[in-house]
């Protein structure tokens, strides 16, 4: 009989392991996969991470890995935050929408007035956008005691129907033929979130993530903020009585991951997307939650994470088109990776036994 | 007479160290059998291997002349074999009916089972109604639900683990006239505690276990509880021992403290008035679960109060958070060492921080010094004797009473005002506890007041200068504790709620 014996102590070892032997697995599993839907495996998998990074086009998809890596950082690092001290932020995708509402809201409002000053007011009003829309969860849960995973989660809906009124609405643009979608902030340069250096796919939004990382690690490592987050998150009880505040604490990390998803927004509606219209949000909320738990909640380690699943993305983009892969395939697959990740990580703390049961 | 259970040679091995080493007794039928020995000693084991939990390495054991080895508990039971676990399983929201047909194989009808019950609980004197919510009774009357389940299968042998810890005297009469009339009935009880006092009235054999290893039998009623401890120990205890002082000025104020309590099944504190001083130990006594954990919430700030209700050197505190209070000198321990006092899965320097952050200086601008931590930390090891590789072990990897003499350290080391500890050597065995109360008693001397929550009587009447009891969430009056007697202690507990030794 095999058993699960809990460690003494967690075992470092394999808490940095266990994310090489989920992608390792997801290689052969979803090898599996793409060779029972009739494509040859290796090339399958060649496909997703050797194309984008070294393949003929390399030159026109690296530049899309930080393009698709910094919001997923962005968000995951926001994200890592609540879920380190239990606070479950599901609903950072209904964050993104609302940061990139107010933020090109704001941006529109002045167009088309020529100031320094705008895009910085932008980034301001993206922040405060996500940061409400995540202080309704974080308010009705330490007023009334409500589950934040309902509501932040249900929120999302709420936010997506914004979106759909303003990109049919309020903020239609007035010279778009009718078409629904706004104003591409792209040709308006005082809004226009530009590239930083010219085909790198380096922008602001890239930058935020990056002082995000440093701020995440620092907060985590070195100040008693981030030590209240991870003893709340490993006894909640314990925390308390050395004097955390839980409510103080879920309004914090409720409200800096809602910020962050909120910016995240911003940069993509001022930046790669362009514009507000319908169909804005790609799940970029939704996938951050595996990359923050690919990443191990760590601020390095969601980098890492942000990147592999930006990795995926592109290279399933290519895989559909060039091979045919569905494009639920493609999701599959990047289920797969949480969920052998989620598996293997269970060997932190346990390890495997075989033998007769015993109570002991 | 033939035994009723045998047991020879049995030895039971786990990875790292020998929990039962060549262990061998005998029971006879009615015979009250008491198991003695340290935490670690291997006593659950040795029960566990009886109640058919775990299976011995080596060794036999024999019931009524034949071969006995259950494979699984329910084998035990059916054999004859009865135990009554130490931590209760118990649904709060059920009935007591409800929760003993959950426990058996083949329960009877409802009705049915409420008769049996009830026949049970008035021939062994257990008063208890089938139709009450667990969440409503008392420790003790859920004692009873467990005791009344054993005895619907009609026990040959009943194991008992620590069956008095959460009992007032008075309860611990009405379970041992239960016990008595069992035995004259034939049912051997093995019994394991603690409280050698209780093992003298109650016991006609004690086998004492240390290390795994069986060091020695003896009749507790021809031997001192002293000679008993010390053969548990191996060596002569150090009785903890104080100069005497005189009470100060007074340094906590508690007045009119009245308190929802946070939690669905906790008892609310009904106006708590105290007036401590320093220099002093106050002992507070009382069954588990009458307010004890919310006092300490009360006064550790986990729980806030009214203005005007606390008082602590002269500043009102009621409002003010555990950071707050720890800065002012104001400390505590609670009871539950992991997962409340602190973090099982993080390092000991990190355990460290979690309540010397303020006192140690180990934070500047909201920045932590772990280097200063880490070093605090070494403090406390060195200076409480943690058993620990170093400061880098996670605190669930630390044995209980190691982690103990941690919390209790970390506190006692952040030099108090007014420390208050909740069951501070709960679990925890005979020599450690005697440094833990060492330690509270000097503390006392040097100027500090101390709070001592505790069920251990023994242990309240050896440290303290003033002795009350919670009951219902409400404080009785402090009395001095040299000359209290055991009778008046029982009254302050509040009696056996209401209920009497049966006759019979």
Known sequence: MIRLEKRPQPSRAFSWAAPLLAVLATFFFGGLLFAALGKDPVQSILTIFWQPLFGEFSFFYRPQLLIKGAPLVLIAIGLSLGFRAGIWNIGAEGQYIMGALFGAGFGLAFYPADSALIFPGMVLAGAFGGWIWAMIPAILKVRFGTNEILVSLMLVYVAEQFLASMSLGLMKNPEGFGFPGSRNLQQYPSAHNAELIAGSGMHWGVVAAMIAVIFAYVLLTRHRLGFAVRVTGEAPRAAKFSGVNPGRLVLFCLGTSGMLAGLAGLFEVSGPAGQVTIDFNTGYGFTAIIVAFLGRLHPIGIVLAGLLMALTYIGGDIAQSQLGLPAAAIQVFQGMLLFFLLAFDLFTNYRLRTGRTEAA | ?504
């Open chain 2, 1 to 504: 007479m033939t035994p009723l259970l045998s047991l020879s040679g049995l030895t039971k091995a786990y990875p790292g160290v020998v929990a039962n080493d060549d262990v061998s007794l005998s029971i006879a039928p009615g015979e009250v059998h008491a198991l003695l020995g340290e935490n670690g000693a291997g006593k659950s084991t040795l029960v566990k291997i009886i109640y058919g939990l775990v299976k011995p390495d080596q060794g036999a054991m024999q019931m009524n002349g034949t071969d006995f080895s259950p494979p699984e508990p329910r084998a035990a039971r059916a054999a004859g074999v009865g135990m009554v676990f130490q931590h209760f399983s118990l649904f709060d929201a059920l009935s007591v009916a409800e929760n003993i047909a959950l426990g058996m194989e083949n329960a009877p009808a409802m009705g049915a089972l409420s008769e049996q019950i009830r026949r049970v609980s008035d021939t062994y004197g257990l008063p208890l109604s089938p139709d009450r919510v667990v969440g409503d009774l008392s420790a003790g009357e859920r004692q009873r639900v467990e005791i009344i389940r054993c005895l619907l299968q009609e026990p040959k042998l009943l194991i008992m683990d620590e069956p008095t810890s959460v009992l007032t005297p008075q309860e611990v009469e009405i379970l041992f006239e239960t016990l008595r009339k069992l035995s004259a009935e034939g049912t051997a009880i093995l019994y394991i505690s603690h409280k050698l006092e209780e093992i003298r009235t109650l016991c006609d054999a004690a086998t004492i276990l240390r290390l795994g290893k069986v060091v020695g039998t003896c009749v507790p009623r021809e031997t001192t509880a002293r000679d008993m401890a010390e053969m548990m120990v191996g060596k002569v205890l150090a009785t903890p021992s104080r100069e005497g002082t005189a009470p100060g000025e007074p340094v906590l104020k508690i007045e009119q403290l009245s308190h929802a309590s946070p939690s669905a099944f906790g008892m609310p504190l009904r106006e708590i008035t105290l007036t401590l001083r320093r220099g002093e130990v106050l002992g507070i006594g009382g069954v588990a679960g009458n307010g004890q954990d919310e006092l300490l919430a009360a006064l550790s700030g986990e729980m806030r109060s009214p203005a005007g209700m606390i008082s602590f050197k002269g500043s009102d505190i009621g409002p003010k958070g555990p950071e707050a209070r720890r800065q002012l000198g104001l400390l505590a321990a609670p009871e539950e060492r992991l997962g409340h006092a602190a973090a099982p899965n993080m390092t000991l320097t990190e355990n460290a921080m979690l309540t010397g952050a303020a006192r140690e200086q180990l934070v500047r601008n909201g920045f932590l010094n772990w280097p200063a931590a880490r070093s605090f930390a070494e403090k406390i090891i060195e200076t409480f004797d943690v058993r620990t590789p170093g400061p880098g072990n996670a605190a669930r990897s630390l044995s209980g009473g190691n982690l103990q003499k941690f919390v209790i350290g970390r506190e006692v080391l952040q030099r108090p005002e007014v420390l208050v500890v909740n069951q501070p050597t709960w679990g925890v065995d005979a020599s450690a506890a005697a440094a833990i109360r060492q330690a509270l008693l000097d503390l006392a001397t040097g100027g500090a007041a101390v709070i001592v929550i505790s069920q251990d009587l023994d242990e309240l009447m050896e440290i303290s200068d003033r002795f009350a009891a919670l009951n219902e969430g409400r404080l009785s009056e402090p009395l001095p504790a040299q000359g209290l007697s055991v009778e008046q202690i029982g009254l302050m507990m509040g009696g056996a709620h209401g209920m009497e030794v049966a006759h019979v």
